[in-house]
T-cell receptor, first 112, second 110 residues
Framework: DAGITQSPRHKVTETGTPVTLRCHQT?????MYWYRQDPGHGLRLIHY???????DKGEVSDGYSVSRSKTEDFLLTLESATSSQTSVYFC???????????FGDGTRLSIL | KNEVEQSPQNLTAQEGEFITINCSYS?????LHWLQQHPGGGIVSLFM???GKKKHGRLIATINIQEKHSSLHITASHPRDSAVYIC????????????FGKGTHLIIQP
């Protein structure tokens, strides 16, 4: 299995607080992705990275920022969390764009 | 933006039945993925295909590029096949992430 770890696995926080989710990989894969999964919407792309310091926006990037200062870590930050950002967040990695993606176990985030 | 539609949304079948889940998309793609998600569980990649057909055990995936359509088949279904099956596509060169269908919730009853 691909070495991919998400932390924390669960988090409850209040509206307006900053939140950072971490995706850590041991595979040295170039591409990393953040998705959110919501009932009725399925999975949607938030941001992605194609290398250190190279990131781009996905379909639902408003309210989120990312950083990738090392190959192994891709951080997702909610600068000021809102209740609409309550979701399950998945990180995924792949060595090349035309290869299958491997997913982390997800982070369940609740914003009250 | 690629629109990915799956059918059916929900499917309940008896053990041993042949299962078909369908996926259609609106814009040309570089690859199509079938993923599996068990309740409360993570997401696993089953297939990635850009043409033809692939088989793994009791699972078969086919794609028709001209018709923008793919099917996932499960032969001799078993209760452990109960899961959500998700279709996803790479629309561009592939680096810019996947676009997903909303998933098919499959229940196989003993």
């Amino acid at each position: 299995d691909a070495g991919i770890t998400q932390s924390p696995r669960h988090k409850v926080t209040e509206t307006g607080t900053p939140v950072t989710l971490r995706c850590h990989q041991t595979e040295n894969h170039r591409y990393m992705y953040w998705y959110r999964q919501d009932p009725g919407h399925g999975l949607r792309l938030i941001h992605y990275s194609y290398g250190v310091k190279d990131t781009d926006k996905g379909e639902v990037s408003d309210g989120y920022s990312v950083s990738r200062s090392k190959t192994e870590d891709f951080l997702l930050t909610l600068e000021s969390a809102t209740s609409s950002q309550t979701s399950v967040y998945f990180c995924a990695i792949t060595p090349q764009a035309d290869q299958p993606q491997h997913f982390g176990d997800g982070t369940r985030l609740s914003i009250l | 933006k690629n629109e990915v539609e799956q059918s059916p949304q929900n499917l309940t079948a008896q053990e041993g039945e042949f299962i078909t889940i369908n996926c259609s998309y609106s814009v040309g793609i570089s690859a199509l993925h079938w993923l599996q998600q068990h309740p409360g569980g993570g997401i696993v990649s089953l297939f990635m295909l850009s043409s033809g057909k692939k088989k793994h055990g009791r699972l078969i995936a086919t794609i028709n590029i001209q018709e923008k359509h793919s099917s996932l088949h499960i032969t001799a279904s078993h209760p452990r096949d109960s899961a959500v099956y998700i279709c996803a596509v790479n629309s561009g060169g592939g680096a810019d992430g996947l676009t997903f269908g909303k998933g098919t919730h499959l229940i196989i009853q003993p």
